[in-house]
């Protein structure tokens, strides 16, 4: 049986960007059966949890006996078990490990960046002088890529595990207009979200917050 | 035959930095013969670069007609000809994955925060106003990761590419004292160092800007 972390508890802005969406996502592409393991901020900051997860992230993995962490790592394991997510020809699966890589060290930094500024320090002084350098590499590097995107429909000539990588990486932009600016990019994030694992992932990742997010909007 | 590209020219604090010396110490460790590309500042910014590399960045790969970039990716791909760089078994494999994402997810943007501003905006206001909360972060990190060393030789039973990467990560330190606080970080990088893998591999990538470094000194 497959079972990974997932919070409790997260700040509306997370909710949808929790690490775990990519592993749910990918299990639901894969059309492999998982269960959750719910932490609490005392779960997730204690001595149990932190001996598995040495910086106390989601998601942490278990599977007959088999333990790991790192969202990254937890996709390519998976994609190993499923077509869906990994040709099986050797340029096909070098591929899929190249763009896995390339939206979390390429491109997510670069997201994170402006994340970051406008999530966490949005009133220092600090990042609002930080923050039209830090959009205008992003813009770049999005530029880029969606050069790339131009005529395809995927990264490659097919879906693999690097597209919903990348998508995970791009939807974190849902607060701004950026991704309006590279309409090739918007529509490929479309596409993603309208397969139905993203859907069925998306809703069973975003019930953990319903009575939350009930709470927030009687307030 | 395998091929990789590499700059011809980088600033001199890049020099043991640049993204291509991962490929190339995991080459070293397995044992796998070489050559390099040497791209000039046109190559790497023309179209034809691009085509293969969207964003411009080294090393892109090559092998037999398999073709891949990103530096994570394609240690992965090499791991998988060589025992020395990832075990057999599934856990095994589970973990070298999960310490070669959490190098580059994880400990990396800490660094580079750091670094960036250090090296590209260190005259900036904002700058400065910055740099206290982006190395509080990074100490944070680096005083987990140390905790998981502290009486190991490597991040499991034996060296893999994870460590291959987190040390890889870890030296874009050097040019400060931060490592120092944490001595089995620092005991750690020290001896992956002493492998004979990274030894040839720096000499051999610090052997490209031998004329440059040359020319700098006599200045």
Redesign the interface.
């Known amino acids: 049986m497959i079972r990974f972390s997932v919070l409790k508890w997260v700040p509306p802005f997370a909710r949808g960007s929790v690490k775990e969406f990519r592993v749910r996502w990918a299990l639901e592409e894969a059309g492999l059966p998982y269960e959750e393991e719910v932490l609490t901020p005392e779960d997730q900051n204690g001595d149990a949890y ?1 001996a598995r997860q ?4 989601v998601p942490a993995y278990e599977e007959d ?9 937890i996709l ?2 998976v994609a190993e078990k499923s077509d869906t997510l990994m040709p099986r020809d ?2 096909g699966r ?2 899929t ?2 763009w ?3 939206a ?3 491109v ?2 670069a997201v ?1 960046q402006v994340t970051a500024l406008d999530f966490f320090y949005a009133q ?4 609002k ?2 923050r039209p350098s830090a959009e205008e590499f992003l813009l770049r ?1 999005l530029g ?2 969606s ?2 995107l131009e005529g395809r429909e995927w990264l490659e000539e097919r879906f693999t595990a690097g597209d919903l990588m990348m998508v995970t990486v791009l939807r974190d932009l849902r607060h701004t207009d950026i991704l309006t600016r590279f309409p090739p990019l918007a529509v490929y994030v479309k596409r993603a979200e309208a397969r139905p694992a993203f859907q069925k992932a998306l809703a069973d990742h975003t019930a953990l917050y319903a009575e939350a997010a009930k709470a927030e909007a009687a307030e």
Chains 1, 2 share one sequence.
């Open positions: 932190r040495i910086f106390g992230q006996g088999l333990a790991m962490c790192e969202s990254g790592a390519l394991h050797a340029q070098a591929r490990l190249q896995v890589f390339a979390v060290t390429s997510q930094p994170d220092e002084e600090w990042a002088l930080r590097r880029q890529l050069a790339r």
